[in-house]
């Protein structure tokens, strides 16, 4: 497996590997990377579509790309995946995944043609004062040290932030900043989380820095990603005979070793109750998601709270008994044995007459019943003790839902604080009583509030123990490599899998692991996208330094009078060049 980068390669279909009808697949998991995974062993790959086996332990496929409608519960949806232009993997997969609604175009055509007739950005990304005030203007409100602090994260090597915290690293000068605020809230980072991990992200996405206020660098689906994204893939694999097994929990794959090789050689699982056992040779190829930022779910409704379950469940655990047979495998309890620090929940709450909608208007300067964007990413308020934000992309979010009601996706990142109208933390809460917080933060009179709560609205609460498990702090190895060293028909897919430059929590980790993994046992030729290189242009840390420091021009700066000296040199020395011309443009100076 290699990686490439412009579109000789991105357009080309490669050969068909050899050898690929004696083989067959199995995925354990049904969730984006293993979906992804099976396209690419279908696409690129041609491998028969009934040699392909998916083992799923629910009862529908989707893993955390989820949005239902339950019988009883109404419309659910554990969260959201923002997207933007440079997920190379995940177009390279789309453009060849049929639209369920378009005819004779892709899941690409539809999603680039949606966002191109209506673009997203915000127009309220921070509220105080219960909605009346917006927070801030745009601008990050980074002190020079704090500047200096990230500029120093920047360029520090992998190795010096293992198991480092980011409060290790940044001072509060740093978290008292809008940067900070805008950056946990829009990737639930918190202070006790990996520096690594807030590293590769600053240098992932600094071509978006600018963007960070008004989310004008995102993308997103016409409807929640389970039926945008989930439901096309399903479809596409079904035609091509690939083999869905629901109700089967996978507990361990056996490994054989022998002459510095690892091989697969049996999978222990339990169907609908029953032990069973797959018996596997080496042209058998075995892919696992190892690890699940929704495991352990579990939902609430009006009147209830949302349990916070303890235990570590059924992929945490088959993780461990893969592990325990070699160190190449990972270290899985640095990931889900803290759960304090893993968790947070979210809600769905759907509007069911016309009192809320007022409110959401009046905040998000956009009419919610359009059918195009309307808040355009998370609304955050600030002054909350939870934390919380909200979002409501584009109307209806289900294909199901009725045109006269809403649906809105709450979050809170600090779960273990009592609010600020209801005096309990949010994981003691009901639907009901969350709802009740946020209405108030919308700004709806409190003595309406309980009345709307209960009768304008349906609230389904979500607590995800490990929903940030992967920011855990961690070194080398605790997350193995996609294909561990020395395994022969074996690989790691998903967001604890371990490949280089790309950052977790994002629907292109998955499918990038997932496609390095393909390409890799069934040695595919040719090359897997590389992760967009912003980081090395020169151009991008120009202008992302500029927008950091909101606009003010580092050829104003004041220096000490040998620097300042020092300066003008410089400065005379590139008149008249490419170089003062580049500077100019990009507000330097």
Not at 169 to 181: G, H, I, K, M
Not at 199 to 205: A, C, G, N, S, T
Request: charged share 25%; hydrophobic share 35%; aromatic share 12%.
């Amino acid at each position: 497996m290699y990686y490439s980068n412009g579109n000789y390669e991105a357009f080309a279909r490669p050969r068909k590997p050899e050898g690929v009808d004696k083989k067959s697949a199995y995925l354990v998991g049904s969730g984006l990377a293993s979906l992804a995974a099976a396209c690419f062993l279908v696409r690129d790959g041609q491998m028969k579509g009934e040699h392909i086996h998916i083992l799923e332990e629910m009862s529908l496929p989707g893993g955390a790309c989820d949005g239902i409608k339950d019988s009883q519960k109404g419309f659910i949806v554990r969260g959201g995946r923002e997207m933007e232009n440079h997920f190379e993997c995940l177009w390279d997969l789309f453009r060849s995944i049929p639209s369920l609604e378009t005819e004779e175009a892709s899941v690409l055509d539809e999603f680039y043609w949606l966002n191109k007739k209506d673009p997203n950005y915000s127009l309220m990304r921070a509220t105080i004062n219960r909605g009346e005030d917006a927070h801030t203007d745009g601008k990050f409100g980074l002190s020079e040290k704090a500047s200096t602090e990230i500029i120093k994260l920047f360029f520090t090597r992998d190795e010096d932030l293992y198991d480092k915290k980011i409060e290790d690293v940044f001072t509060q000068e740093f978290f008292d900043s809008n940067f900070w605020l805008y950056w946990r809230t829009m990737f639930a980072f918190e202070n006790w989380h990996s520096a690594l991990e807030m590293k590769l992200y600053i240098q992932r996405f600094i071509h978006h820095i600018g963007g960070l206020p008004d989310f004008k660098a995102l993308k997103f689906t016409k409807y929640n990603q389970y039926e945008s994204l989930i439901l096309p893939m399903v479809k596409y694999l079904e035609a091509h005979n690939v083999q869905f097994q629901y109700d089967t929990r996978v507990t361990n794959v056996i490994f054989e070793k022998k002459g510095g090789k690892k091989v697969a050689v049996k999978i222990e699982c339990i169907r609908e109750g029953k032990k069973e056992s797959i018996d596997l040779i080496e042209d058998d190829l075995v892919f696992v998601t190892n690890g699940s930022c929704t495991e352990n779910s579990s939902l609430g409704d009006n009147d209830h709270p949302a349990e916070l379950k303890e235990g570590p469940g059924g992929c945490w655990e088959l993780w461990r008994n893969i592990a325990r047979q070699d160190s190449s495998f990972g270290h899985p309890d640095k990931f889900c044995t803290d759960i304090k620090a893993t968790n947070w929940e979210s809600a769905t709450v759907t509007t069911l007459d016309d009192k809320i909608p007022p409110y959401i208007e009046k905040i998000c300067k956009r009419d919610p019943f359009s059918g195009k964007v309307v808040t355009g990413g998370i609304i955050t308020v600030k002054d909350s003790k939870w934390l919380m934000s909200y979002t409501l992309n584009r109307q209806p979010h289900f294909k199901e839902q009725p045109r006269n009601q809403l649906v809105v996706w709450v979050y809170g990142l600090l779960t273990d604080v009592p609010g600020d109208y209801i005096k309990k933390p949010m994981k003691d809460c009901t639907g009901i009583e969350i709802t009740e917080e946020w209405l108030y933060h919308l700004g709806v009179p409190e003595s309406q509030i309980h009345d709307m709560a209960v009768n304008s609205a349906k609230c389904v609460p979500c607590m995800m123990p490990y929903i940030t498990a992967f920011f855990m702090p961690r070194t080398a190895g605790d997350r193995p490599k996609v294909v561990p060293d020395g395994c022969t028909n074996f690989a790691f897919i998903g967001q604890f899998a371990d490949t280089v430059r790309d950052t977790v929590f994002t629907t292109e980790y998955s499918i990038r692991t997932a496609m390095e993994a393909v390409y890799t046992l069934l040695d595919v030729d040719r090359g897997v996208p590389e992760v967009f290189a912003s980081c090395y242009d020169i151009r991008v840390l120009l202008d992302s330094t500029s927008k950091m420091m909101d606009g003010e021009k580092i050829g104003d700066k004041k220096l000490p009078l040998a620097a300042n000296v020092v300066k003008k040199k410089v400065l005379k020395k590139i008149s008249g060049t490419v170089i003062e011309d580049l500077l100019k443009k990009y507000n330097v100076i």
